[in-house]
Every structure is written in C-alpha cells, then in structure tokens.
Antibody, heavy 122, light 105 residues
Framework: EVQLVESGGALVQPGGSLRLSCAAS????????MTWVRQAPGKGLEWVAN????????YYVDSVKGRFSISRDNAKYSLYLQMNSLRAEDTAVYYC???????????????WGQGTMVTVSS | IQLTQSPSSLSASVGDRVTITCRAS??????LAWYQQKPGKAPKLLIY???ILQSGVPSRFSGSGSGTDFTLTISSLQPEDFATYYC?????????FGGGTKVEI
C-alpha cells in the first residue's frame, strides 16, 4: 500500500525550531519529487516546499525562505522539514505529499499523508 | 499566479449538478489540478492536467478549461461529495492553490 506518515508536530514557542518527518512506503521513494503543504486552522491549503528526487533542487514559498529547509534520505524513504525561527503564523497542519512531476501539465500531488499539527505559541 | 475560486461556498442537494470555477491571474495552459478535502482529512487528488480523472475517482467528476478559466463539475451530487474543493496550479513556482469552495447540503 502506498503510504505517507508524518510525525514530529508539537507545541513550540515563537522563535523555536522543529523538525518534521515523513515516512514513505509502497513506492520507489527515490524516483519522486516530494512536497510539504500546510493548512492553518480553518484556512485553505498553502504549498510550502518541494524537493527533487536526488535532492539537487529545492523550492520554497517566500514566507518560509531562509527559515525552513526541506531534505530527504532516499535510503531511509524519509522526507524532512526543518523549521527554524518559528512564528505564530506558521501554526498549521503540515502534510507531506508525493509530487508526480513529469515536467508537464499532468503534474499533481497524488499521494498525501494524514498530517501533523504544529502550534507556535507562548 | 493567483487562483480565484467561485463561489466560496454553495448549498446543493443530492442529485444536483454542481459547477465550481477557478480563474488564474495569467495563462497556465492545462497545468491545473483539483482536490477534494473532507473535514479532518487530507486532500485527495481528483483531476490533473485540467481534464484527466485520477484513477479511482467516480466519473461524475469532470474538469474542463485551459489558459485562465477552469471548471470542476459534479454531474449528480452524492452524499459523500459534500466537502471543500481546491484548484491548484503547477505551471510555475510558487505553486498556489485557490481559496477553496465548500459544498454544503
């Protein structure tokens, strides 16, 4: 079964750091782009970051550039999101997803995890 | 690229035909996907490439459009279709989602 399972969400103080993990199974992890998407409470979806299969390219939404870092360990079938200098506005459910990237219009986030909650508050 | 969905919410009955629109602030060819999200659950991919139905998605869902104007249609609304729907452009970074359309009873 194709599956993504996030972990690492927690309550953290403003200015703090947190590392999210996403464990993949059921597909050849090293062949796919991966992504993080977040959803603030009661709000819509916001794309956060993407990483290429060989980790040679990364992309971020402007609001997290310089604070968040996406990485992956293909041997461990794992995706990560290192979040530093956290702010109240980073409070959200964070989803990892598989990004089917064929380099054309068929690209989409086809497999999603269940999400992990990050709360930034004092 | 900004995506504007309309309406932001709608009320419908089982069996109704429902249409949701998504307008892009610039042309994105067919680089558009649609997702369904139920409360407390992860989004689910419905349509990609503007018109291609994801495997396992019922045929009552369909997508159309290209360029800047896109439509998601549910031909006959079923009880399990009450959810929030999002469009997403994958044409250029930053990837963006529409604001969502909540389909209510």
């Amino acid at each position: 079964e194709v599956q993504l399972v996030e972990s690492g969400g927690a309550l953290v103080q403003p200015g703090g750091s947190l590392r999210l993990s996403c464990a993949a199974s059921g597909f050849t992890f090293r062949s796919y782009w991966m992504t993080w998407v977040r959803q603030a409470p009661g709000k819509g979806l916001e794309w956060v970051a993407n990483i290429k299969p060989d980790a040679s390219e990364e992309y971020y939404v402007d609001s997290v550039k310089g604070r968040f870092s996406i990485s992956r360990d293909n041997a461990k079938y794992s995706l990560y999101l290192q979040m530093n200098s956290l702010r109240a506005e980073d409070t959200a459910v964070y989803y990892c997803a598989r990004y089917y990237d064929a380099g054309g219009p068929d690209d989409a986030f086809d497999i999603w995890g269940q999400g992990t909650m990050v709360t930034v508050s004092s | 690229i900004q995506l504007t969905q309309s309406p932001s919410s709608l009320s419908a009955s089982v069996g109704d035909r429902v249409t949701i629109t998504c307008r892009a602030s610039q042309g994105i060819s067919s680089y558009l996907a649609w997702y369904q999200q139920k409360p407390g659950k992860a989004p689910k991919l419905l349509i990609y490439g503007a018109i291609i139905l994801q495997s396992g998605v019922p045929s009552r869902f369909s997508g159309s459009g290209s360029g800047t104007d896109f439509t998601l249609t549910i031909s006959s609304l079923q009880p399990e279709d009450f959810a929030t729907y999002y469009c997403q452009q994958v044409y250029s970074y930053p990837l963006t989602f529409g604001g969502g359309t909540k389909v209510e009873i």
